[in-house]
């Protein structure tokens, strides 16, 4: 059986819990420039501090350790360190040439650690999404206010930066693509295009998630629009489910699941933050605080895969997943009924 036809298996069974934030976790360990450096990197000249991706190499186990942390949580996915580890975002660190080692170690790192858990109790596979962020460029829209029609990035650069990244990431061992934090369609139909023509020329079955993230009380994507147009958007692109994260926290997130669950003829994921950053940019919805919010959208059949994004440690997961068990999934409408 493929992990594509497991995974569905799962999904039409009980509702999914996906992890929390990898970036919330390195922050508690407080790492130096020189722990970001490692022994490797020690003598370059740039700087490296918060280039997280680069932790797979430099401090596998910190990152490990998460993994497995969340796991023990509950998690039934688990999100590679590879968020920013493609050519556009890592040119800020002058390391582009560390695309492939950088999402197969890291490809390698989940694999281990969900393996490992799916041993313990083989009754609850564990599996492992590629992580594929945003980039740092909009295809959209124009960073120059005093020229509309410039762009910063533009499809074929961003179809040749994802396409790297996952086929390092597939080879490393992955179940899933995950393309999240989508602010841009453009973006994102280049992330589908490049994967779409991976599986043709590999002929493999590999699923993908897509996740959008609403910016601001508008209820919109940065590049303008609503949920409902980001999944008409995405619909034709051979997707194993849609959904949001970042950005809100749960509370703003319920009505515009709702709207993505109405429309949508795959399943439904929401990892949505702690709630909102305080003044000082930390998170601090309690678990508890956040688990009853995200228990709305699940008893009311919106979601099939919940988690957590910004903010959310393993107390939160656990405490999601926890009110998970109560409830049976979102059942997906034929396209007719859609």
Known sequence: MSVNTTIRNILNQRIMIIDGAMGTMIQTYNLSEEDYRGERFKDIEQLVKGNNDLLVLTQPQIISDIHKAFLEAGADIIETNTFNAQSISLEDYKMTELVYELNLAAAKIARGAADEYTAKDPSKPRFVAGAIGPTNRTASLSPDVNNPGYRAVNFNDLCNAYSAQMRALIEGGVDLILIETIFDTLNAKAALFAINSIKDELNIDIPVMVSGTITDASGRTLSGQTPEAFWNSMSHGEILSIGLNCALGAKDMLP?????????????????????????????ESPEAMANVVEEMIKEGWVNVVGGCCGTRPEHIKAIAERAKLYKPRQVPTLAEA
């Open 256 to 284: 515009h699941i709702s709207e993505i669950s109405n429309v949508a003829w795959v399943y439904v994921t929401a990892y949505p933050n702690a709630g909102l950053p305080n003044e000082f940019g930390q998170y601090d």
